[in-house]
């Protein structure tokens, strides 16, 4: 790490802090851009974007851009989630990026340059990955997180009701690929004093007791929660005493709200006190 930067685990404590926990997406789904009463374009995703961030940067702790809304208006979108990212951390908001890459290692070295190093014009403060290539072709994208102070969420037991297809295959020892994930996630943040920067994503939706997350000492992104039917007590249920270092990320329940910015600060704010609750 460069003299001056925060290891990840300690900038989100302090963001979770003040915020909550919430994570809130914007993921510019053409369907809700024309809810909005926007065209399903370049022009309507900067609007619909840009309006999104501005209410809900500086009421969460982690805003999740969706990279896939963005790429799909080529170098246009791309331009406006550079704004987007820019926009959320100058609000003093934290940036997860989600892109779930994952590929060989030498070409992870590149993702990470592209979105986790300083200076890069995507650069956030983390971002989704995929170790289904195996854990240690993450091993360049960790090591440039650490060095930075960002951080990586690792795809373990996604929210998606297709997931156990995969993520349920037991390993030589018996293990799920999930727990394997997250236990090998759980290794690289043993050292680390108020959390590490190696986070994974488990979803809201799965059963309760499927993942052992007790070693992880690192953030847990929860998705599902809310447009996928996953509640505050599926959110309990599922992460028991683990909670706490739980971030339940909801994009479409949120943004539904729209486009009025106060509504949208409501409809966030609603979600934040029921979590308190
Ligand atoms: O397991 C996962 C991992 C990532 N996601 C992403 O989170 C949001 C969920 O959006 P909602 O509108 O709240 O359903 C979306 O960007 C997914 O790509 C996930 O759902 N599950």
Not at 63 to 68: G, R
Not at 98 to 107: E, F, L, N
Not at 234 to 256: H, M, Q, T
Request: hydrophobic fraction near 45%; proline fraction near 5%; include cysteine.
């Amino acid at each position: 790490m460069t003299a001056g930067q925060v290891p990840f685990g300690a900038r989100l404590a302090a963001a979770v802090a003040e915020r909550g926990p919430l994570c809130a997406g914007v993921d510019p789904h053409p369907g809700l851009l024309r809810e909005w009463g926007l065209s399903a374009d370049a022009a309507g995703l900067e609007r619909f974007a840009l309006t999104a961030t501005e209410a809900l940067a500086g009421e969460v702790s982690v805003l999740k851009p969706q990279s896939a809304f963005f790429e799909a208006y080529g170098s246009a979108g791309i331009a406006v989630l550079e704004r987007v990212i820019a926009l959320a951390r100058d609000a003093g908001t934290l940036v997860l990026l989600d892109v779930k890459r994952g590929d060989i290692g030498s070409t992870m070295a590149a993702y990470a340059a592209a979105y986790l190093a300083d200076g890069a014009p995507l650069a956030a403060d983390a971002i989704t990955v995929s170790p289904y290539l195996g854990f240690d072709s993450l091993l360049p994208t960790m090591e440039l997180a650490r060095a930075q102070g960002s951080g990586i969420f690792v795809l373990a037991r996604t929210s998606n009701p297709e997931s156990g297809q995969g993520q349920h295959a037991r390993v030589e020892d018996g293990r799920t690929l999930a727990q394997s994930i997250v236990d090998a996630a759980a290794l690289r943040n043993a050292t680390a004093e108020r959390g590490g920067d190696v986070g994974v994503v488990a979803g809201a939706t799965i059963g309760a007791g499927e993942l052992d997350l007790r070693a992880l000492n690192g953030p847990v992104l929860a998705p599902g929660f809310g447009a996928q039917g996953a509640t505050v007590a599926d959110l309990r249920r599922v992460f028991g005493e683990e909670l706490p270092g739980v971030l339940p990320a909801s994009s479409r329940d949120i943004l539904r709200h729209g486009p009025g910015q106060a509504a949208l600060r409501s409809a966030v704010r609603a979600v934040q006190d029921s979590l308190r609750g």
